[in-house]
T-cell receptor, first 112, second 109 residues
Framework: DAGVIQSPRHEVTEMGQEVTLRCKPI?????LFWYRQTMMRGLELLIYFNNNVPIDDSGMPEDRFSAKMPNASFSTLKIQPSEPRDSAVYFC??????????FGPGTRLLVL | KNEVEQSPQNLTAQEGEFITINCSYSVGISALHWLQQHPGGGIVSLFMLSSGKKKHGRLIATINIQEKHSSLHITASHPRDSAVYICAVERGSNYKLTFGKGTLLTVNP
């Protein structure tokens, strides 16, 4: 398996623009997680899905953030409108129940 | 106070030295994870444990549930072990991870 795939790997955008981050989990994994990593706050869980259903989105910072998982092999994290404080590395991870989480390579987002 | 505290924040060692990184947590947990983040940014899960000890190659992870403490040991450290090591705890059965700030390990040749 190719592992967790994220795209794009880097994104530079201007404040106010919409940003869409994409994730393809490992085939057969029931759980998908979105994390954000910043120097100030470290790694934080934003939202996670089980069998394509959002289970806990309490980590989503505000209404500008939304996540979807239309099928078992694809998820998106959208920021609209983006702000400079959203600049971070966004990781997607997937796992089977009670299993190890496998992380994608991350998307490095810079909002100018 | 953070739910997950790691020490030290930074650690520099000479190749071959025995390394210990500590993690303390303040809440009841169902599992504790150790992760490794390489300078390029990729994150790899090293261990997931809920009791006792696990070993993989030169890495050993231990946990003491009563004391709410875990340690990650690296024997015969090597420059390629240089990375950030992150402790994370899982509470209940909801699979949510709460992370420590990480320990930056540098192993010099």
């Amino acid at each position: 398996d190719a592992g967790v795939i994220q795209s794009p790997r880097h994104e530079v955008t201007e404040m106010g623009q919409e940003v869409t981050l994409r994730c393809k989990p490992i085939s057969g994994h029931d759980y998908l997680f979105w994390y954000r990593q910043t120097m100030m706050r470290g790694l934080e869980l934003l939202i996670y899905f089980n069998n394509n259903v959002p289970i806990d989105d309490s980590g989503m910072p505000e209404d500008r953030f939304s996540a979807k998982m239309p099928n078992a092999s694809f998820s998106t994290l959208k920021i609209q409108p983006s702000e400079p404080r959203d600049s971070a590395v966004y990781f997607c991870a997937s796992s089977s129940p009670l299993g190890t989480q496998y992380f994608g390579p991350g998307t490095r987002l810079l909002v100018l | 106070k953070n739910e997950v505290e790691q020490s030290p924040q930074n650690l520099t060692a000479q190749e071959g030295e025995f390394i210990t990184i500590n993690c303390s947590y303040s809440v009841g947990i169902s599992a504790l994870h150790w992760l490794q983040q390489h300078p390029g940014g990729g994150i790899v899960s090293l261990f997931m444990l809920s009791s006792g000890k696990k070993k993989h190659g030169r890495l050993i992870a231990t946990i003491n549930i009563q004391e709410k403490h875990s340690s990650l040991h690296i024997t015969a450290s090597h420059p390629r072990d240089s990375a950030v090591y992150i402790c994370a705890v899982e509470r209940g059965s909801n699979y949510k991870l709460t992370f420590g700030k990480g320990t930056l390990l540098t192993v010099n040749p």
